[in-house]
């Protein structure tokens, strides 16, 4: 199946009291129609940068952003206007992603305005999408402002507004973490049937493994800044290759408290990176560092179909 959206070679680096951090490194992956791709890793390796870059709310450093077709890394005025419309973003925090001030009418009126729908279609285009996020009747939502409706009905109306536009790609950078467990099941399934549905591709961007497992055909681990790991999202759990991935894994949470669980088999946190950035970046934390790991950066390699990593242990799959 050819691919809505490609990136190859992404890069951003910030610069900041006079030196460089490199927020992302030669990032390259793809997303097909009906495709739900995860990207997961601790807060601050990248993962929400790559997002917003990749929705072109961050300029990239260099790379390029392939969308149907078309190169849109340096697409401005009408033609990213027109991307936007296709590739829509669910924001994390429901409280802060609406304006306090809007009726939830207005709040989805105006995309509609803004990417030029004809004014015929607005409210059948409002009735729709509350269908589908289950705020039914609209009407009894329709005229009511944030501060009436809980968190989880307020991530409806976001997600809502992200589809009004009838975009191909939803962007969703961790959807349901300011939710309370209670309620996040039910977004996610909302997310998961428009998808279906509408054969969306979606972009997951979470720390939770969890998550990513119950929405996402693949996964890309990521680490300061670059690709560590990716493949389907089955094997990556059952047979995590990299040893920061094995942790990942290891961190995820079991219902039952008396099972055996070993100690999470990597130290410390993104900060312990180590300062001499040739070699492998997360050497300083690897439970099975070796020389070359000082020396010498791994590179992307297959070691099965589909799978990929970053890493230099022969054995690691």
Not at 76 to 100: E, M, S, T
Not at 162 to 188: C, F, H, K, Y
Not at 208 to 213: E, F, G, H, V
Request: charged share 20%; proline share 7%; hydrophobic share 40%.
């Amino acid at each position: 199946m050819t691919a809505l959206l490609q990136a190859e070679g992404l890069q951003k680096t910030f610069h900041s009291r006079g030196r460089e951090v490199h927020a992302v490194q030669n990032v390259s992956l793809s997303v097909s129609p009906g495709e739900a791709l995860g990207i997961v890793g601790e807060s601050g390796c990248g993962k929400t940068t790559t997002a917003r870059m990749l929705l072109r709310l961050e300029e990239p450093s260099a790379g390029r952003i392939m969308f149907d077709g078309a190169d849109i890394t340096n697409a401005h005025g009408r033609h990213l206007i027109a991307y936007r419309a296709r590739a829509q973003l669910v924001f994390q925090n429901p409280f802060d992603a609406l304006n306090p001030r809007f009726t939830i009418r207005r709040s989805l009126t105006e995309p509609l305005r803004n990417f030029a729908i004809p004014v015929s279609e607005h409210q059948d285009r409002i009735e729709s999408v509350m269908r589908r996020v289950r705020l039914v009747p609209a009407e009894s939502w329709l005229d009511r402002r944030p501060h009436e409706l809980s968190g989880g009905q307020l991530q409806r109306v976001v997600l809502a507004r992200a589809l009004i536009s009838g975009p191909s790609l939803i962007v969703a950078d961790e959807p349901v973490s300011m939710l309370d467990v209670s309620v996040r099941a039910g977004i996610l399934n909302v997310l998961r049937d428009a998808r279906d549905s509408l054969g969306l591709a979606a972009l997951y961007i979470s720390h939770d493994l969890a998550l990513i497992r119950y929405v996402c055909e693949q996964t890309i681990v990521m680490y300061l800044g670059r690709i560590v790991e990716q493949g389907p999202t089955a094997e990556l759990i059952s047979r995590p290759a990299h040893p920061y991935t094995r942790a990942l894994v290891a961190a995820v949470p079991v219902a039952r408290v008396e099972q055996n669980r070993e100690g999470l088999p990597i130290r410390g946190s993104l900060s312990d990176a180590p300062p001499d950035p040739s070699g492998c970046l997360f050497r300083n934390r690897c439970p099975s560092v070796m020389p070359r790991c000082a020396t010498e950066a791994p590179t992307l390699r297959t070691i099965a179909p589909g799978r990929m990593v970053a890493c230099h242990l022969e054995g690691a799959m």
